[in-house]
């Protein structure tokens, strides 16, 4: 078990530690930061689904026999794309929520924003 | 076999390690040169387990735009993190505690790493991908065939998210925010010092030369349109830092980048419309040279991976001069 | 060309994106998104017709046999999904126009016509496609271009709500990945036809394969985070009130109705209905939090004193009724459900526009700023009553028909609790309706100042208002062609995906 599975272990670890940072830190930066991080251990996951031993990358020459399977790896091009098109929305925003509020702490964001809340009244 | 093992073990460990210490760690900017070095082990990594696009996508996304992202808005905003307050760990650690214990939960039953009797490599696909592709499309990198052939739609929507960033990050920090007076200010003084301008000079023909060699190498190795993408953006990113933006605007007007940024989505759809009006299927690229489907495949796997260059550049170098105007402009 | 119809409807809202962007007139895009709603109408009428005549359609992308390349299916389950949003996408652009120019930026509506053709294409995407990859592709194209929508709001609360609706957003398309991972290890294939039949080849009970329960759990709980299913709705409220008027009436009456149905589309024909209901608790966690959703989305509802909010997170009690209708997985309650999903989006839609126009004339939706005014804006007040006597479920509204089947299926079940709740959800709603009817008519205007500006409403605003609302009395008076819409997507789905 340890042998044929320490992969897939070691990577569910890293994908906790990014989630743990999105969830427990306030910090909008620091968040956008565990995405990544978590995203990356589920895109490791994928191309791990597709590793054979003794294979090699899956671009076909006559003096190779195994290769791994391209298919994970495509997909993985594709969110790793998604990735970074996220992260870039998720800065822009960030940038404004400064320029905004003067901070990007979400509880400080929260407290201004409660002010704004007791001047126009609406709940949420 | 061992060394293998070995070294997957110690680039594994290595990564959590770097998660745990920008997890851990307070000052941003330290973090953010810590994610460079994480995104470059995973680019290692991915090498080790043969997705070696996969890796050179990872080592141009993550060290070069997402780090270069990342430090422009630290300039923008504070660079140091608050304290986390304890209660706020609790809610992580459950959800934390609950998703790995599924996931490990979920371990018992997934196949042997490497082994090649796991369903993935079993699936009459594999088939199709490595051997029949070769007849289909007849091109050596498999990966470049399934992303842009058998997968072209998928790409298509890949395109299109980049297309979606460029323009929410363009509505979002936009032209909307010009102060005219930044623009009087040459605030950059790199541009003083020689070596790097010299340099800076020599390299760039040999940026954008590499990243049209990328581009059209895609069929025979790894690269392809979304990494040549990323070098020519990365080319003038580094033509901006050391020369001031208003000489890279200068060069690239946004009205340019505008354009570009939505030529790619209009080229790629444009190929698949091009395929139905040609009697095909949609981007059935058969269809543009019905006797040798092979070279049919060649001219739209060529075009769309073109396509995909020009837009993945356009939309990071606006997004690059997208935050770097607001860094000028705060100053 | 008719063959290519299933593309088309993705295809021309995917392609008038970039159009937006290459003309940067703001004449130009309003007219882009409102033909690439006409044509999205188009095909879906087109396929809905041709789907009735010779069944489920599917169409190969590039040629390649299913498995090896991405295919989109259109069957009885999916049409009814693709009417509701590109109806909403017509009725949206025609409200639009003025909507928009007075709340956004003149630079930014370009952009903002941009993301909205975007969103249209992600979420008709989504519910065509027939791979799961291809799926969560096209939610991350909904989604990011959603978040700019948001972000492009009036206030600076509307970019906090774009950022939590990021991150969560994010997280939960990064567990639907997993989940896509997991049942990827387990049978090699992303196709869903392909992974039904292989899924059913391990067994009844899915073999006993706990990487396969795993992938279920997190495909599920990825989608409930889109579909704001109660624990995980916190980015829904903020979103849908924060965002543009225009934005906030499409969000809420399309986003969260193709994500329900995504997860009928895996529930029932991807995993199978043995597995998912059968031997997996899903049924049972889905009444559950049906009724949470239910009882505290619109316990919350009443104390809001924003219009926008309190119609926020009465959509999520809203939610509530539709998954108890799904989670019972029999052919009546599944019906019920999607004749919720058509009702509720029509309902919503109508409430949010009317909310739209509120803002337009006076400034806000606060409620301190609707006060006293119904007597002054008889027929804006009129539209709101009509179409929360719909949320409460009232006869002869849309909203009796569906909650009328809703409660017939659950007492076929046996499931008493569930009806409790939704009668005790009813009541709520009543309360909450009760409030504005108080405020607008039976309250004193604040200020003698304050009152609706001199400029008349404007007749596009006004006409796609009463379009909605008239036309949710007419599925309330005759509900034969929404319910048979439902009736048949739920064959189809219970009959393993009609395929």
Known sequence: ?124 | MTTFVLINVTLLAILIATALTISGMRTLYAATMLTALFSLVTACLFVLLDAVDVAFTEAAVGVGISTVLLLGVLSLTRSREAVTPRLRRLPGAVVVLFTGGTLIYASQDLPEFGSPTTPVQTHPLTDVYLRQSQEDIGIPNTVTSVLASYRGLDTLGELVVVFTAGVAVLALLGPLMQPAEAREREVLDLVDYRVLRVVTGMLMPFILLFALYVLFHGDFGPGGGFQAGVIFASGFVLYGLVFGLDRAQQVLPRRVLWVLIAVGPVLYAGVGVANMLLGGAFLDYDTFAPDDAAAGQHIGILLVESAIGVTVAAVMTSIFFGFANRVESSR | MTAHLPVLQVLVPLVCAPFCVLLRSRTAAWLLFLFAALASLTCAVLLAVRVGGDGAQRYEMGGWPAPAGIEFVVGAFNTPVLLVVSAVAVVVAVYSRRSVTSEVDARRVPLLYTCLCLTLAGLLGLTVTGDVFNAFVFLEISSLSTYALVAMGRHRRALLASFRYLVIGTVGATFLLIGIGLAYAVTGTLNMSDLARRVADLGDDGGGNRALYAAVVFVFVGLAVKIAVFPLHAWLPGAYAQAPSAIGAFLSATSTKVAIYVFCRFAFTVFGTTLVFGTMPIDRIGLALACLAMVAGSAVACFQTDLKYLLAWSSIAQIGYILAGISLATTAGVSAGYLHVINHAVLKAALFCAAGLLVLRLGSARFTALAGLGRRMPWTFAAVVIAGLGLVGVPPTAGFASKWALLTALVDQGQWAVVAAVLASSLLAMVYIGRIVEVAWFREPAEPGTGPTASKAPASMVAAIWVLVLASVYFGLDATWPAGLADAAADALLANGGE
Request: proline letters at 2%; zero cysteines.
């Open chain 1, 1 to 124: 078990m340890i042998a044929t599975h320490y992969v897939y272990w070691l990577l569910f670890a890293l994908m906790m530690i990014g989630l743990y940072v999105v969830i427990s830190h306030g910090n909008m930066l620091k968040k956008l930061i565990g995405l990544s991080l978590f995203q990356v251990g589920v895109f490791l996951f994928f191309i791990s689904l597709g590793k054979v031993d003794g294979g090699s990358a899956p671009i076909v020459s006559e003096d190779v026999e195994t290769y791994s399977h391209p298919l994970p790896q495509v997909l993985i091009l594709t969110a790793i794309v998604v990735g970074v098109a996220t992260l870039a929305v998720g800065l822009a925003l960030a940038v404004r929520i400064f320029e905004s509020y003067g901070t990007v702490e979400e509880d400080q964001v929260l407290l201004r924003d409660a002010d704004d809340r007791e001047q126009d009244g609406g709940a949420s």
